[in-house]
């Protein structure tokens, strides 16, 4: 049997034979595992290994992109004749092509957890029964589960180019949540918690976990609606990083090159407050953003997106890069079966210092946010409108549960109204983000 | 419809060198003592999509997916492994792993499989789109470039993207029943930017369905999408701040039945019933809408987006009332939940392939015409939001509480459509917003088909309709 570098060099040799004048190559192999409970019995077990491969051929400046996980002799054949098939009928793109050829020594990031294949299936349900367990258990007005889930994935990514840069790296993930119940009379409310990481000795208690996502439950439990107006908005840590979710996308170079960004344009101006400094990160040892290497074969690195509110850098990978006459930041991403693209890698915002109790205790009447639903959210223009699930403050204090509310603003204002930053930053997923206070935003109920 | 079974099977067995009989002993090898049921899904699925950009036809991408998921039930629990490897040992392998839930080592003989009947074939195609070629879907993307920028000089950006599936499925279970299927799927859409003195909006409108390609070319449908969306770019340049606060709402038809589908379509689906987390838990019987409202969920209208001969079970879709007259009705079924209920499966076992493990999924979500002209709906209104179109929605089944964006909507000031506004949240309460429609207009209108809708990671094709509708105080979430 041949080994994945193997194949991806040979595709790369036929295909050269084929007249293209270069390409690239990703293969993906690994195994996931995903079991869930619920009331402490097994719900659902999946388990399964998986190969996918990816092939990018050039023909000058035209370009396709075909994958496959059918890897029978012919299967490859047609992948190949498909490919360059599909690169002679696209338009010449003057920006398209490879990146400039540069070494490639990945770094060891330590990415991955060979224990993960040697845990047993006992204990792995284990785990997420005594989390849903600790859940249950920690209040009576718990009397229900959506569950726990536990999953676990491996997987080998190998990259191979035309200009002779090979790579490959191992990374693993592991990760486990609750989603508890609360009731109250004829009302329930759910909420959920989690722990993720690269290795198992990394995760969280499950107590720690259950625990949370009942109290997370039990503090929605009698929320009500609230009167339309403007207040302060305070974003705990969870809601916050969703708020840096849309910046991620807006700094991307290809909603930026495209118009398609309310920060196209807007490189080295403000435009977010001077406590406001977003990095990317992919280089993080054993975090969950982190990757020795991008999906072009180039090295992450740590960019400075927004540095004391001055946007700094976009996010770019080769493509975008010459599109807007910059360099590559290493952010390229590669889904199997599509063209490459951007995406932040360890996305966070510098954390500040003040406590999170003290950002409340700044605020008279206002809003404490631990929840957003929907994709109100315009990336042209920056409109941001979304449901909201939080509790109310009021002289300082967190009172009562509040729900069925949204809040709106546009993300040109809420950035630069960044009025306090917490110091409780934790990268507990690729974004994060400390408690953020939004000194106005408007607020829509009754 | 034979036929698409014949298709399916013959395809499956020769491609992999599988015999009817291997799979009936994978099926015996999954079932055991106490397993109650188990099934095999195959799953050969190809997608092609090009899409343009800066008048350029620049990318364009082809992917072969293949695989099997084995599936062992017993009582509410599911085993489950999959492998993208279709060979004898990985489905036994498969069968094994399945079969973990319970610690029985018994094993089940071979289990005899019949061809099962697909009643009817909703969407016959002579041509596959994935058989057109390539160059002529590229034609197609720059006719609609040049269109868009020709509507008006103020269009500046226009993306444009084809995409098509081509899926053969084939399930085989213990239940005795091997049918296959053949699933075509295509979607063109269209977004533009506008640009004046500095103000950038965008505007999107898609259509599509399990059709041939010439569907796309047919009343002038792709013309109408190009200009749908390069006038919503348009309309949006001079909208104003949204409205923040409770008010009347008017929702035109089609799209907007966006509404249906997070309001209710979600907690009415068995699992969470089942598991009573639904904020519609135990209300069967009950009036959870005004009696002048009737929503189905219907898998089998011809040719739609939602539309399937089979759900990824093999029960053949259905219609299923979920409100009548404003009473609830009924629940979106998958097997184990409907065995669990007691009740009979819908149809609505759904997977997004077969990496994953079906569940009830809505397919098409609309609520019957009623009475009123749309015109005197609008002219009822003295103070409020007409919205025609959305981006996406999403709901917390527990609280009931769900949420959609309009992406166009006009302020109606004493019973006139006046100004565009700009796009803002809606949000309300599932069990409890249907309570406030007053009037249901005489033109329901199945969106254009571009739905997605996402459950548990896994995201599936549906469709949703609606008549004009007028709801009576619902939170809208703009800014003034």
Redesign the interface.
């Known amino acids: 049997m041949i080994s994945n570098e193997e194949l991806a060099s040979g595709l790369l040799k036929k295909a050269t034979s084929k007249g293209i004048t270069a390409g690239d190559v990703v293969i993906v192999e690994g195994n996931s595992f995903d079991a869930q409970v ?1 009331l402490k ?12 491969l990816g092939l990018r051929l050039f023909f000058g400046r035209r ?9 029978s002799s012919e ?1 490859l054949d047609r ?1 190949v004749e ?2 360059c ?3 002679r ?5 003057p920006h ?1 092509g490879l990146p400039e050829p540069a070494p490639l020594d990945p770094p060891d990031l330590d990415l991955y957890d060979e224990s993960i294949l040697k845990w047993k ?1 006992e204990d792995k349900i284990e785990l997420a029964v005594q989390a849903e367990s600790a859940a249950l258990e920690y209040d009576p007005r718990i009397t ?1 589960s ?1 569950g726990a889930g536990l999953s676990h994935s491996d997987r080998r990514v190998v990259y191979s180019n035309t200009h002779g840069v090979v790579g490959s790296y191992p990374v693993s993930s592991v990760s486990f949540s609750v989603s508890p ?1 609360a009731t109250s009379q004829d ?4 909420d959920y918690w989690y722990s993720s990481k690269r290795k198992v000795r990394d995760l969280a208690s499950a107590e720690t976990v259950g625990r949370t996502a009942a109290r997370r439950a039990l503090r ?1 439990v009698g ?1 009500r ?1 609230i009167r ?1 107006g403007e207040f302060p908005v305070v974003f705990d840590p969870e809601t916050a990083a969703e708020l840096l979710g849309s910046v991620s996308a807006c700094v991307s170079g290809y909603s930026v090159y ?3 960004s309310f920060l196209a344009d807007r490189l080295g101006k403000a435009v977010a407050a001077s406590s406001v400094t977003i990095l990317d990160n992919g280089t993080i040892p054993s975090a969950l953003g982190s990757r020795p290497f991008d999906g072009e074969g180039l090295a992450t690195r740590k960019t400075t997106v927004i540095k004391k509110g001055i946007l700094e850098s976009y996010l770019l990978d080769s493509y975008s890069a010459r599109k807007l006459g910059l360099h590559s930041t290493g952010n390229a991403v590669r889904s ?4 490459p693209s951007v995406s932040h890698t360890n996305f966070y915002l510098v954390p500040g210092s003040h406590t999170a109790e003290a950002i409340i205790r700044t605020v008279k009447r206002g809003l404490y946010v631990v929840e957003m ?4 959210v ?1 990336h ?2 920056g ?1 941001y ?3 909201a ?1 939080g509790l109310w403050i009021e002289n300082g204090e967190l009172t009562y549960p509040v ?8 993300l040109r204002d809420i950035l630069m109204n960044i009025e306090l930053v917490g110091n409780d930053l934790e990268l507990r997923s690729t974004i994060a983000s400390p408690t953020l206070k939004i000194s106005r935003m ?5 | 419809m034979a036929d698409a079974l014949e298709r399916a099977e013959e395809f499956f067995l020769k491609k992999f060198n599988l015999e009817e009989r291997q799979l009936e002993q994978t099926i015996g090898k999954a079932l055991g003592k106490k397993i109650d049921y188990a099934d095999l899904y195959f799953e050969y699925r190809t ?1 092609e999509a ?1 899409s343009l ?1 800066e008048g ?12 099997v998921g084995v599936r062992a039930v017993a009582e ?10 279709i060979t004898i040992k990985n489905l036994e392998e498969a069968a094994r ?2 079969r ?2 319970t610690s029985d080592p018994s094993v089940g003989g071979p289990v005899e499989v019949k061809s099962g009947t697909v009643p009817r074939n909703l969407y016959p195609i002579g041509t596959p789109v994935s058989e057109i070629p ?2 002529e879907k ?1 034609d197609l993307l720059n006719r609609i470039d040049q269109l868009a920028r020709r509507y008006d000089p103020r269009i ?2 226009v ?1 444009a993207s084809f995409a098509s599936e081509h899926k053969v499925v084939l399930i085989a279970t213990s239940d005795g029943l091997i049918v296959g299927d053949v699933q075509p799927l295509s979607r063109l859409n269209v977004t533009c ?1 506008a ?1 004046e003195n500095g103000n ?3 505007g999107s409108f898609g259509g599509g369905g399990r059709i041939e390609y010439s569907f796309f070319l047919e009343n002038h449908r792709f013309e109408d999408y190009v200009k749908t969306a390069a006038r919503q770019a348009i309309v949006n340049l001079s909208a104003v701040e ?1 409205p ?3 008010m009347d709402v008017v929702l035109g038809p089609g799209w907007p039945g966006i509404l249906l589908h997070e309001a209710i379509g979600h907690g009415l689906e068995g699992d969470f019933n089942r ?3 639904s ?1 519609f838990t135990g209300m069967i019987g009950k009036q959870v809408a005004s009696d002048i409202c009737t929503i189905v969920d219907d898998g089998t209208i011809p040719d739609r987006r939602g539309s399937l001969n089979i759900d990824d079970e093999g029960t053949p879709s259905h219609r299923t009332v979920l409100i009548e007259k404003g009473i609830l009705k009924g629940y979106l079924q998958d097997k184990l939940n409907a065995k669990l209920m007691g009740m009979s499966p819908t149809g609505n076992g759904r997977r997004e392939s077969f ?1 994953h ?1 079906p569940m009830p999924r809505m397919t098409n979500t609309f609520m019957l015409s009623g009475e009123t002209h749309p015109e005197d709906i609008i002219r009822s209104v003295t103070n409020g939001l007409y919205a025609v179109s959305f ?9 009931g ?5 309009a992406s166009e909507a006009y302020r109606i000031e004493n019973g006139k459509i006046t100004v565009p506004v ?4 809606l ?3 599932g069990p409890d917003v249907l309570k406030r429609v007053t009037m249901v207009g005489n033109d329901l209108e199945m969106d254009a088909g571009v739905g997605t809708c996402g459950k548990d990671g896994q995201s599936v094709p549906v469709g949703v309709g609606l008549p004009t509708l007028r709801i009576n105080g619902i ?6």
């Open positions: 619920r019995s097994i719900d659902k077990l999946s388990n399964a290994h998986e190969k996918k370009t396709a992109v075909c994958s496959t996980s059918d890897f299967s992948l498909d490919t098939h599909l690169a009928c696209t338009a010449e793109d398209a299936m229900n959506e119940i009302s329930m409310q759910r929605r929320a609606k339309t495209k118009g398609a199997i079966g599509d063209v639903i929907g994709f109100g315009n042209v223009t409109d409108s979304r449901g699930v729900e069925e509310i949204t809040i709106a603003g546009n408007t607020v829509a109920g009754n | 997608n090009v950009e350029m036809v620049k990318k364009a991408i082809k992917s072969v997916n293949q695989g509410e629990k599911t085993g489950y492994a999959y492998s993208d490897e792993t399945a973990y839930i390539v160059q590229i500046k950006k993306m930017i640009e950038r909006q965008v949204a923040a606060g409770t598991k009573r987390t904020a990496m493990i981006g996406g929605g999403q709901v917390d089944i527990t609280s509480k769900f949420v959609f964006s700009k796009g803002a949240t949000i309300g309460n939170t809208v979430g703009g800014t003034k």
